[in-house]
């Protein structure tokens, strides 16, 4: 069977004589014609009769795409996602996002127009084209320039345009053939074939890769911070003879700044003998207000009632008003505090012991002004 | 005669004296008001003169600069129209015009320069070796110096070409290009020491390290527009024949460069001082967010970004003529507000417009057209004797 006709291909020596052939080919009328030339020749878009590309309105459009893409996705983050507070300025701060949105503006009209143009110009992904593997191809992509007249043309005939461009001064006139079979140029973008490959080309890099730069080359960063050789928390040493690397302290001894408490498990008898060394005066006060409302009144409230928002959620913390409190002496306040009473556990870490008298004091404010006496309202 | 000179006898064609006699008219009348405004109103009329007088600078020095980046590049497209950007850098021996009436008043212009309040200022008492009214005057008379000599060396260079041989002519292009490598450094210095004496310096206790690009971008912007509107008179009045679309394309190209250029380097000092949130230096913008000051920010974005911006991003809009000298315009009168919003702050911290500042820009219009007028008579529209002018004229894109 023969083959039909693809074009006829010329050569041409100068850059000069190619945009002269040009734009008589044009003049006479022919528009499915096309120049190849080894490097861009100035002038040769105004002899071929090119319209303005429309290639601009695409890079419009995918430049707005990614600027909005850039201002959705930081206001999503900054203000429902990940909302961080950074320098002391508003979450929705804009000057500080005109970088990125200029960055993915040009970045989205970059590659997508790119993208855009291999698929609708280039046909992708077909690859194949009736020029390639000619000896008209390799000439003009080294030294020549060339001219080709598709036959696709309305006003193509083979002799008359062979006989045109001999007449121009073409030289290597050839005719090209195609294959109908091999030159598909239906869409093939959705076809499954085409998925399939770049499935598997997609599933292969990602574990090439997975497994190159996290099990072959694998570099730590700063790995010399991460291996610091020295003793964790529940970790074993080889240094001690039982292999236990957290050590209990030496029998007999007591730790800097640390006075063993000796009413341990003996509640009676810290009530009898500890008295507050606190005289209630203002700057005492004060301090133990403070220090009330840091580590009590999550659960007592805030005036000691008993009614911080945990109720509810919890075994109801009491109040430290009820007559028992009242009628507490200090050393049995001081006994809770220290050693923790049914939930509650021991404060001893977080509150020293003149803090823990300083609340005492306190206390026994919100205590009386919650339970006036007719003498205190005259 | 040679392929190198194409209409030698046609090419000097002078503008017509009404043109000479409309610089003039507009030049005087401009004086007239000067005077009556140093009369009636000195502090006012002494930063409206400050205006003016660096948008003349602007205009003249970045001309300059186009011509040496012409060269220095080896740029062919723009030799035609080199000789539009010789006359406007033709200007710079008349910037003193504008610069004496300030330095009789650089006490109502600057803060630096009352000895008293240095005296009792730590930071301006530090800076007070530079910011002196000695020092001031020596870095201008220095810059000026300069910048004229360099006008004086390219244009002589320039203008013995059109009455050499070919052969020769290539020599003054060489030399050009040498003094071109030369001037560029020496422009970059002299463009920031002017943009920090005569701008930033009205706020002696702020300082924006970007400052010298920053005028540098409006420099160049204003400079272009200003050769721009010009060449696209000459083209249409017939005094440059042959200039084709491709040379519009470019000269269009250029201008949306530096409309892209002076917002992105007046952003980029907005986000840095933003950024880092010094009180010494956020103060300046509060000054422009307050009283009235912030419609003119607002203003200013949209006039010398967004306007020009979307005008000139279409492919057609930059070969059409008529469009780039709208633009040209429109870029012309947005420098000035640029300088406007830059200074006036310094004179008064709410809004402030008067009949000073719509009529002082007639001394500069005046001079402009006055000393292009006088150049097409004394010089060729083409540099006739350029080697690379054919080229130049056949240029495509």
Request: net charge negative; proline share 14%; no cysteine.
């Given at each position: 069977m023969k083959k039909p006709i693809y074009a006829i291909t010329s050569l041409f020596t100068t850059p000069d004589e190619a945009i002269r052939a040009a734009s008589e080919v044009s003049k006479a009328g022919y528009t499915k014609f096309d120049v190849h030339t080894p490097y861009p020749v100035h002038g040769m878009d105004g002899a071929m009769q090119v319209k303005i590309s429309k290639v601009g309105y695409f890079a419009f459009f995918f430049g707005l795409t990614g600027a909005l893409t850039a201002i959705l996705l930081i206001s999503w983050v900054t203000l429902s996602d990940y909302p961080l507070v950074i320098g002391g300025k508003p979450f929705w701060s804009w000057p500080a996002f005109v970088p990125v949105s200029f960055e993915l503006t040009v970045l989205f009209a970059a590659v997508f127009s790119t993208v855009a143009m291999i698929i609708f110009y280039f046909k992708f992904p077909n690859n194949a084209h009736p020029l390639h593997d000619t000896p008209y191809m390799k000439r003009v992509s080294s030294d020549t320039f060339g001219i080709t007249i598709e036959a696709?043309?309305?006003?193509?005939?083979e002799n008359k345009v062979k006989e045109f461009l001999k007449f121009l001064g073409?030289?290597?006139?050839t005719t090209v053939y195609f294959d109908p079979e091999e030159f598909d140029y239906g869409q093939k973008l959705i076809d499954m074939r085409f998925l399939g490959v770049l499935a598997v080309v997609a599933l292969s890099t990602a574990t090439i890769s997975y497994f190159t730069m996290n099990k072959l080359l694998y570099i730590e960063p700063f790995n010399w911070m991460m291996e610091q050789h020295k003793q964790k928390p529940q970790q074993p040493s080889n240094l001690f003879k039982d292999g236990i690397g957290m050590r209990p302290p030496v029998i007999g001894t007591v730790a800097r700044g640390f006075i063993p408490y000796p009413f341990s498990g003996k509640p009676e008898e810290a009530g009898k003998y500890l008295?507050?060394?606190?005289?209630?005066?203002k700057e005492i006060v004060e301090r133990g207000k403070s220090k009330f409302l840091t580590f009590c009144s999550p659960c007592h409230g805030n005036f000691g009632r008993?009614?911080?928002?945990l109720q509810g959620q919890f075994p109801n913390p009491p109040t430290l008003n009820s007559d028992k409190v009242r009628n507490w002496p200090d050393g049995s306040i001081y006994h809770v505090i220290t050693e923790g009473q049914n939930v509650m556990p021991s404060y001893a870490p977080q509150i020293s012991r003149e803090d823990r008298w300083a609340i005492i004091q306190y206390i026994r404010i919100l205590q009386r002004a919650q339970n006036t006496k007719e003498s205190d309202l005259k | 005669m040679s392929e190198h000179r194409p209409q030698m006898d046609s090419l000097k064609k002078p503008l017509p004296p009404r043109v000479t006699y409309l610089g003039l008219a507009l030049f005087s009348m401009g004086i007239v008001l000067y005077a009556i405004g140093y009369y009636v109103e000195p502090r006012h009329a002494a930063f409206n003169n400050l205006i003016n007088f660096l948008f003349l600078i602007s205009i003249a020095v970045g001309a300059l600069f186009l011509i040496a980046l012409e060269y220095i590049a080896g740029a062919v497209w723009s030799v035609p129209m080199r000789r539009v950007n010789e006359f406007l850098a033709g200007l710079i021996p008349f910037t003193p015009l504008l610069a004496i009436p300030l330095f009789f008043h650089l006490h109502e212009l600057f803060h630096w320069a009352h000895t008293d309040v240095v005296a009792a200022d730590e930071l301006l008492k530090a800076k007070a070796p530079y910011l002196n009214s000695n020092f001031f005057a020596m870095r201008f008379i220095a810059t000026f110096i300069l910048l004229t000599l360099f006008y004086w060396l390219f244009t002589r260079n320039s203008l013995k070409q059109d009455s050499t041989k070919d052969a020769k002519g290539d020599i003054y292009t060489r030399r050009n290009i040498r003094l071109s490598a030369i001037f560029l450094p020496v422009f970059a210095i002299t463009i920031t020491f002017i943009a920090i004496d005569w701008a930033m310096s009205l706020e002696p206790h702020w300082y924006s390290t970007i400052i010298g690009i920053y005028y540098f971008s409006g420099t160049v912007l204003s400079a272009l527009a200003a050769a721009t509107y010009i060449i696209i008179r000459f083209h249409e009045t017939g005094r440059l024949p042959g200039l084709r679309r491709d040379h519009f394309y470019s000269l269009g190209s250029l201008m949306f460069a530096f409309v892209n250029f002076w917002a992105y380097i007046a952003f980029s000092q907005f986000m840095l001082i933003w950024y880092a949130n010094l009180p010494e230096e956020t103060f300046w913008f509060i000054k422009h967010w307050q009283n009235g000051w912030q419609a003119v920010s607002i203003l200013l974005i949209i006039v010398q970004f967004a306007v020009p911006y979307a005008v000139l991003l279409p492919q057609e809009a930059k070969m059409d003529p008529k469009r780039l000298k709208f633009i040209a315009l429109w870029l012309l009168a947005a420098h000035w507000l640029d300088l406007y919003w830059f200074v006036m702050p310094t004179y008064n911290t709410s809004l402030t417009f008067g009949w000073m500042e719509l009529s002082f820009p007639l001394v500069t219009i005046g001079l402009m057209i006055t000393v292009v007028a006088w150049k097409t008579k004394k010089h060729n529209l083409k540099p006739i004797g350029d080697p690379k002018l054919k080229r130049g004229m056949e240029f495509h894109l």
């Open positions: 696709n043309d309305p006003q193509f005939d073409g030289k290597e006139i008295i507050n060394p606190l005289l209630p005066t008993g009614d911080s928002r | -």
